[in-house]
């Protein structure tokens, strides 16, 4: 797997979860009550995204 870099956008909302958005790719954001937690799913969330992305692109 090669490595980039991505730009991360982390706001936390009025009920109290963070959410993360990678503005690079489309539709590629999620939520936590922890940024701990946060930080895992985004990880995940990022590797479904570029999955997705990869697929498109052959």
Known sequence: MKSQS??????KD???YY???VPSLKGCHTQAR???K?????????ELCLEV???KGT
Not at 6 to 11: A, D, H, Q
Not at 38 to 46: C, D, H, S, V
């Open 6 to 11: 991505l730009g991360v956008l982390i706001e």
């Open 14 to 16: 009025g009920a109290g």
């Open 19 to 21: 959410v993360a958005t």
């Open 34 to 36: 922890s940024l701990d």
């Open 38 to 46: 946060l930080m895992k799913r985004l990880q995940e969330a990022i």
């Open 53 to 55: 992305e990869d697929q």
